[in-house]
Protein backbone atom coordinates (compact mmCIF):
# COMPACT_ATOMS: atom_id res chain seq x y z
CA UNK A 1 0.00 0.00 0.00
CA UNK A 2 1.51 3.21 -1.27
CA UNK A 3 1.97 6.60 1.40
CA UNK A 4 -0.19 9.29 0.99
CA UNK A 5 3.20 11.71 0.13
CA UNK A 6 3.73 8.81 -3.12
CA UNK A 7 0.03 9.20 -4.31
CA UNK A 8 0.05 12.68 -4.04
CA UNK A 9 3.51 12.83 -6.07
CA UNK A 10 2.27 10.14 -8.72
CA UNK A 11 -1.24 11.90 -9.21
CA UNK A 12 1.14 15.20 -9.73
CA UNK A 13 2.87 13.99 -12.22
CA UNK A 14 0.45 12.56 -13.93
CA UNK A 15 -1.22 16.06 -13.81
CA UNK A 16 2.11 17.24 -15.00
CA UNK A 17 2.12 15.02 -17.87
CA UNK A 18 -1.49 15.62 -19.03
CA UNK A 19 -1.07 19.72 -19.14
CA UNK A 20 2.41 19.30 -21.37
CA UNK A 21 0.73 17.01 -23.94
CA UNK A 22 -2.43 19.65 -23.81
CA UNK A 23 0.12 22.70 -24.33
CA UNK A 24 1.84 21.01 -27.14
CA UNK A 25 -1.02 20.14 -28.70
CA UNK A 26 -1.98 24.05 -28.89
CA UNK A 27 1.32 25.34 -30.07
CA UNK A 28 1.10 22.77 -33.25
CA UNK A 29 -1.89 24.14 -34.12
CA UNK A 30 -1.17 27.58 -33.69
CA UNK A 31 1.87 26.87 -36.01
CA UNK A 32 -0.22 25.27 -38.25
CA UNK A 33 -2.95 28.13 -38.44
CA UNK A 34 -1.43 31.06 -38.03
CA UNK A 35 0.92 33.12 -39.71
CA UNK A 36 2.51 34.92 -36.74
CA UNK A 37 0.96 38.35 -38.54
CA UNK A 38 -2.26 37.98 -37.85
CA UNK A 39 -5.05 35.57 -36.80
CA UNK A 40 -7.04 36.26 -39.96
CA UNK A 41 -4.27 35.35 -42.49
CA UNK A 42 -2.98 32.01 -43.65
CA UNK A 43 -0.68 31.22 -46.60
CA UNK A 44 -1.84 29.86 -49.48
CA UNK A 45 0.30 28.69 -51.38
CA UNK A 46 -2.11 25.58 -53.32
CA UNK A 47 -3.78 28.46 -54.71
CA UNK A 48 -0.88 28.39 -57.52
CA UNK A 49 -1.96 24.91 -58.05
CA UNK A 50 -5.34 25.76 -59.32
CA UNK A 51 -5.91 26.55 -62.97
CA UNK A 52 -6.72 30.72 -61.93
CA UNK A 53 -3.59 30.68 -59.95
CA UNK A 54 -1.70 28.83 -62.72
CA UNK A 55 -3.08 31.32 -65.24
CA UNK A 56 -1.70 34.12 -63.24
CA UNK A 57 1.90 32.85 -63.19
CA UNK A 58 1.70 32.43 -66.72
CA UNK A 59 0.31 35.66 -66.88
CA UNK A 60 3.33 37.11 -65.19
CA UNK A 61 5.82 35.25 -66.95
CA UNK A 62 4.67 36.42 -70.57
CA UNK A 63 4.44 39.77 -69.15
CA UNK A 64 8.35 39.54 -68.20
CA UNK A 65 8.86 37.79 -71.24
CA UNK A 66 7.31 40.98 -72.73
CA UNK A 67 9.44 43.79 -70.95
CA UNK A 68 12.67 42.21 -71.88
CA UNK A 69 11.53 42.07 -75.58
CA UNK A 70 10.42 45.07 -75.64
CA UNK A 71 13.08 47.15 -74.19
CA UNK A 72 14.90 49.29 -74.80
CA UNK A 73 12.18 51.48 -76.02
CA UNK A 74 12.90 53.51 -79.23
CA UNK A 75 9.33 53.31 -80.47
CA UNK A 76 6.07 55.83 -79.26
CA UNK A 77 3.81 52.62 -79.64
CA UNK A 78 6.22 50.25 -78.44
CA UNK A 79 6.47 52.71 -74.94
CA UNK A 80 2.45 52.27 -74.95
CA UNK A 81 2.99 48.54 -75.04
CA UNK A 82 5.09 48.84 -72.38
CA UNK A 83 3.20 50.47 -70.11
CA UNK A 84 0.28 48.70 -70.24
CA UNK A 85 2.62 45.37 -69.83
CA UNK A 86 3.62 46.80 -66.55
CA UNK A 87 0.69 48.17 -65.06
CA UNK A 88 -0.80 44.75 -65.40
CA UNK A 89 2.18 42.96 -64.24
CA UNK A 90 1.61 45.00 -61.13
CA UNK A 91 -1.79 44.49 -61.28
CA UNK A 92 -1.63 40.65 -61.36
CA UNK A 93 1.23 40.76 -58.68
CA UNK A 94 -0.65 42.16 -56.48
CA UNK A 95 -3.43 39.62 -57.03
CA UNK A 96 -1.21 36.80 -56.18
CA UNK A 97 0.12 38.44 -53.40
CA UNK A 98 -3.56 38.90 -52.08
CA UNK A 99 -4.61 35.20 -52.61
CA UNK A 100 -1.02 34.01 -51.20
CA UNK A 101 -1.62 35.70 -47.69
CA UNK A 102 -5.38 35.24 -48.14
CA UNK A 103 -5.85 39.44 -47.32
CA UNK A 104 -9.27 39.01 -48.78
CA UNK A 105 -10.42 37.77 -45.09
CA UNK A 106 -9.09 41.18 -43.82
CA UNK A 107 -11.70 43.06 -45.90
CA UNK A 108 -14.74 40.97 -46.81
CA UNK A 109 -17.22 43.36 -47.92
CA UNK A 110 -14.92 44.87 -50.73
CA UNK A 111 -15.97 42.47 -53.94
CA UNK A 112 -12.74 41.27 -54.36
CA UNK A 113 -13.99 38.78 -56.90
CA UNK A 114 -15.71 41.01 -58.82
CA UNK A 115 -12.97 43.67 -59.06
CA UNK A 116 -10.57 41.26 -60.52
CA UNK A 117 -13.06 40.11 -62.79
CA UNK A 118 -13.40 43.62 -64.18
CA UNK A 119 -9.60 44.40 -64.31
CA UNK A 120 -9.03 41.09 -65.96
CA UNK A 121 -11.43 41.81 -68.36
CA UNK A 122 -10.26 45.29 -69.30
CA UNK A 123 -6.74 43.78 -70.06
CA UNK A 124 -8.31 41.28 -72.18
CA UNK A 125 -9.31 44.41 -74.29
CA UNK A 126 -5.87 46.16 -73.35
CA UNK A 127 -3.25 43.66 -74.36
CA UNK A 128 -5.16 42.70 -77.45
CA UNK A 129 -4.83 46.43 -78.51
CA UNK A 130 -1.20 47.08 -77.97
CA UNK A 131 0.29 43.72 -78.87
CA UNK A 132 -1.94 44.08 -82.95
CA UNK A 133 -0.45 47.39 -82.83
CA UNK A 134 3.01 46.54 -81.87
CA UNK A 135 2.99 43.57 -84.20
CA UNK A 136 1.55 45.97 -87.27
CA UNK A 137 3.51 49.20 -86.48
CA UNK A 138 7.11 47.13 -86.52
CA UNK A 139 6.09 45.91 -89.60
CA UNK A 140 5.32 49.02 -91.61
CA UNK A 141 8.12 50.45 -94.02
CA UNK A 142 8.78 53.46 -91.95
CA UNK A 143 9.81 51.54 -88.80
CA UNK A 144 10.78 48.22 -90.06
CA UNK A 145 14.10 49.06 -91.92
CA UNK A 146 15.13 51.57 -88.64
CA UNK A 147 14.22 48.75 -86.28
CA UNK A 148 16.01 46.25 -88.68
CA UNK A 149 19.29 48.12 -88.83
CA UNK A 150 19.67 48.85 -85.12
CA UNK A 151 18.71 45.32 -84.14
CA UNK A 152 15.51 45.57 -82.63
CA UNK A 153 13.22 44.47 -85.13
CA UNK A 154 13.14 40.35 -84.41
CA UNK A 155 13.04 41.45 -80.33
CA UNK A 156 9.89 43.79 -81.12
CA UNK A 157 8.09 41.32 -83.61
CA UNK A 158 8.56 38.87 -80.15
CA UNK A 159 7.30 41.18 -78.07
CA UNK A 160 4.13 41.50 -79.49
CA UNK A 161 3.60 37.70 -80.28
CA UNK A 162 4.36 37.10 -76.51
CA UNK A 163 1.65 40.03 -75.91
CA UNK A 164 -1.61 38.14 -78.25
CA UNK A 165 0.08 35.07 -76.06
CA UNK A 166 -0.89 36.78 -72.71
CA UNK A 167 -4.26 37.85 -74.41
CA UNK A 168 -5.37 34.45 -74.55
CA UNK A 169 -3.59 33.60 -71.07
CA UNK A 170 -5.98 37.00 -69.63
CA UNK A 171 -9.08 35.62 -71.67
CA UNK A 172 -8.97 32.21 -70.18
CA UNK A 173 -8.54 33.71 -66.72
CA UNK A 174 -11.56 36.27 -67.45
CA UNK A 175 -13.77 33.15 -68.57
CA UNK A 176 -12.92 31.02 -64.95
CA UNK A 177 -13.23 34.38 -62.98
CA UNK A 178 -16.47 34.72 -64.83
CA UNK A 179 -17.96 31.58 -63.85
CA UNK A 180 -16.34 31.51 -60.09
CA UNK A 181 -18.59 35.05 -59.73
CA UNK A 182 -21.34 33.50 -61.42
CA UNK A 183 -21.27 30.55 -58.95
CA UNK A 184 -21.40 32.79 -56.01
CA UNK A 185 -24.20 34.97 -56.89
CA UNK A 186 -27.02 33.64 -54.24
CA UNK A 187 -29.79 31.59 -56.24
CA UNK A 188 -32.93 33.97 -57.28
CA UNK A 189 -36.12 32.69 -55.88
CA UNK A 190 -39.37 32.86 -57.48
CA UNK A 191 -42.45 33.17 -55.52
CA UNK A 192 -45.61 31.54 -57.02
CA UNK A 193 -48.56 32.83 -56.08
CA UNK A 194 -51.58 30.04 -55.89
CA UNK A 195 -54.52 30.95 -58.10
CA UNK A 196 -57.71 30.87 -55.85
CA UNK A 197 -61.07 28.83 -57.04
CA UNK A 198 -63.84 31.84 -57.60
CA UNK A 199 -66.78 31.77 -55.08
CA UNK A 200 -69.39 30.11 -56.32
CA UNK A 201 -71.76 32.70 -53.81
CA UNK A 202 -69.90 35.82 -55.57
CA UNK A 203 -71.01 34.46 -59.15
CA UNK A 204 -74.95 35.45 -58.06
Request: with cysteine; net charge positive.
Amino acid sequence: MMAPSETSSVQTSNTRKTDTSHSVGVKVTTKAESTGITDNLELNPWYFKTVPGILKLVQLLFAIICMGCGSPVVTSYTNFFMFVVAVYFIITLVFCIIYFFTIKRLLPKIPWLLIELIATAVGVVLYFIVAVVQLAATNRKDYHYALYHHGYYSSYIAAGCFGLFNFVAYAAGTFFLFLEWKQSKPPTTTVTIPETAPNPANSH
